[in-house]
C-alpha cells in the first residue's frame, strides 16, 4: 500500500517570498516516481515537477523545485519568487512501479494563498 | 481541441437516476484515467485504459459505476441508481504513453461536478 501525507491544510506568503509544501510518503515499492500538481480555483490539475527515486539531483522547473530526500521520505516542493497566481490548491501524487498499478495516489492537498 | 474535455461540466441529478460523464481526451494520447475528488479531498482513482488492453477497473468503488472507452479515445463514465456519496468532481486525465513510463506526465481536464440530490 501507499500513502501520501500533506500535513499543511493551509499555507500563506507574501508574494515575491519563497514558501515550502511539505509532502511525506510511504511505500514499499523500490522504484518509483513523485509529482506534485496544482489545482487553482478554475479545477483543472496542472502537472509542475517530477522527481523519481533515483534521480540523484533534485528536480526542478523555472521557480518550482522538489527538495527529495529519500532516507527521509520526504518530497517538498518549494515555491520561490511566489506571485499571486500561486494561490492554487496543491497535491503531492506518487505511483510505484512494482505496487501501484496504473494508479497515482494523491495527498490531501495544501491551499496555498499568496498575499500581495 | 487542445486539451482534455470534459461535458458535463455540472450535473445536477435525483438519488435512484442514472448519468453518463464524457470524456474527450487529447488526440493520440493513449491512455486515459477517471478520478474522483470529493470536497476538500485529495483524488481517488477510479479507472484506466491504455489502448486495446483490458482497463484497469480496480479503483470502481461499486458495481454502479462504469466506463468505456470507444475506438480508443472519447470515453464515458456511467453511474447507476446514483447516490447522495456520489457527488463529486469527477475529473478524466489522458496521458500520451500511459503507465509504461515513468513519469508519465498526466493532462487532466477541468471536470464534472455531480450533483446528487
Known amino acids: 500500500a501507499q500513502k501520501i501525507t500533506q500535513t499543511q491544510p493551509g499555507m500563506f506568503v507574501q508574494e515575491k517570498e519563497a514558501v515550502t509544501l511539505d509532502c511525506t510518503y510511504d511505500?514499499?515499492?523500490?522504484?518509483?516516481?513523485l509529482f506534485w500538481y496544482k489545482q487553482p480555483s478554475s479545477g483543472e490539475m496542472i502537472f509542475l515537477i517530477y522527481?523519481?527515486?533515483?534521480?540523484?539531483q533534485n528536480a526542478t522547473e523555472g521557480r518550482y523545485s522538489l527538495n527529495f530526500q529519500k532516507a527521509r521520505k520526504s518530497a517538498n516542493l518549494v515555491i520561490s519568487a511566489s506571485q499571486l497566481g500561486d494561490s492554487a490548491m496543491y497535491f503531492c501524487?506518487?505511483?510505484?512501479?512494482?505496487?501501484?498499478?496504473?494508479?497515482?495516489?494523491f495527498g490531501e492537498g495544501t491551499q496555498l494563498t499568496v498575499n500581495p | 481541441g487542445a486539451g482534455v474535455s470534459q461535458s458535463p461540466s455540472n450535473k445536477v441529478t435525483e438519488k435512484g437516476k442514472d448519468v453518463e460523464l464524457r470524456c474527450d481526451p487529447i488526440?493520440?494520447?493513449?491512455?486515459l484515467y477517471w478520478y474522483r475528488q470529493s470536497l476538500g479531498q485529495g483524488l481517488e482513482f477510479l479507472i484506466y485504459?491504455?489502448?486495446?488492453?483490458?482497463?484497469?477497473k480496480s479503483g470502481l468503488p461499486s458495481d454502479r459505476f462504469s466506463a468505456e472507452r470507444t475506438g480508443g479515445s472519447v470515453s464515458t463514465l456511467t453511474i447507476q441508481r446514483t447516490q447522495q456519496e456520489d457527488s463529486a468532481v469527477y475529473l478524466c486525465?489522458?496521458?500520451?504513453?500511459?503507465?509504461?513510463?515513468?513519469?508519465?506526465?498526466?493532462?487532466f481536464g477541468s471536470g464534472t461536478q455531480l450533483s446528487v440530490l
Open positions: 485504459f491504455q489502448g486495446n488492453s483490458a482497463p484497469d
Open positions: 522527481q523519481g527515486s533515483y534521480d540523484q
Open positions: 486525465a489522458s496521458s500520451l504513453e500511459g503507465v509504461r513510463v515513468l513519469p508519465e506526465k498526466l493532462f
Open positions: 488526440s493520440g494520447h493513449t491512455a
Open positions: 511505500t514499499s515499492d523500490p522504484s518509483y516516481g
Open positions: 501524487a506518487m505511483r510505484g512501479v512494482e505496487t501501484s498499478g496504473s494508479r497515482l495516489t
